[in-house]
């Protein structure tokens, strides 16, 4: 059974609390907060203040998705807000492997995002020093785009990698995952769904989590 970790990017800004209500209630596993600095992606999302609210919520882990540079700077204010799981982009990361350690000594667990056209071979030197893997599978930068399918090629090859290497990473994915392809998702080998739009735009957003988790 995959984790669920719903995108808040999709969620009502202007009722948030409710938003976050109905994540406690339903079968959702971690929230997913989408970090955009208007640098690393055209687009900018929400930061500190806004995160250390939604923490109030919740007692469920908290999964920090950075798109931004130089994210070594804010890694000890993302942790103070309340992230679980911190994870950078490989492209915006000269020195992957001290951010990785920043992450872990700040006592976070550490992850690293591959965008569609980084390969996951750049992974082969780092993979046993992080948590968590997130495959995108839109390019970063906005909710609600097609899932691209190449990226099922790369879960194959990212679970390959962590069984050769007995990594314990788990892997993640993110962009455009539906009730129509998350099975197929699942199958090639993510332990972990982000759903943005699938959720928050759907009738019975409790219903498409529970539908997500129980494929
Ligand atoms: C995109 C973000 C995603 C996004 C997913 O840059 O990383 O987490 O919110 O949204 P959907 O599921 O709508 O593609
Ligand atoms: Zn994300």
């Known amino acids: 059974m995959p984790l669920i970790s719903p995108s808040l990017l999709s969620a009502d800004f202007l009722h948030l609390a409710d938003e976050c209500k109905m994540l406690n209630e339903s079968e959702a596993d971690w929230f997913h907060l989408d ?13 500190f203040p806004v995160i250390a609210q939604i923490k ?4 469920k882990l908290f999964d920090v998705h950075l798109m931004i540079v130089e994210p070594e700077k804010y890694a000890a204010d993302f942790k103070t807000a309340g992230a679980d799981i911190l994870t ?3 492209e915006a990361c ?11 000594l700040l006592g976070m667990q550490a992850g690293v995002a591959l965008n569609p ?24 930068g906005f909710g ?15 679970r390959s990698l962590i069984s ?24 090639a080998g ?26």
């Open 117 to 140: 056209h980084s390969p996951v071979a750049l992974l082969k030197d780092i993979i046993q020093d992080l948590d968590l893997v997130l495959i995108m599978s839109v390019n970063p």
């Open 88 to 90: 950078v982009h490989i």
């Open 35 to 47: 970090v955009m600095d208007g640098r690393f992606v055209p687009n900018i999302s929400y930061g």
């Open 190 to 215: 993510a332990d972990v769904l982000v759903a943005g739009n699938a959720v928050f735009k759907s009738a019975d957003p409790k219903a498409t989590i529970a539908a997500l988790k129980n494929m």
């Open 94 to 104: 000269s020195h992957l492997h001290r951010n990785i350690q920043q992450i872990k």
């Open 56 to 59: 109030k919520t919740t007692a």
């Open 144 to 158: 609600g785009q097609s899932f691209i399918p190449h990226s099922i090629e790369k879960i194959n090859q990212l």
């Open 164 to 187: 050769e290497s007995g990594s314990h990473a788990k892997i993640e994915v993110d962009g455009g995952i539906t009730l129509e392809n998350a099975k197929q998702i699942v199958e």
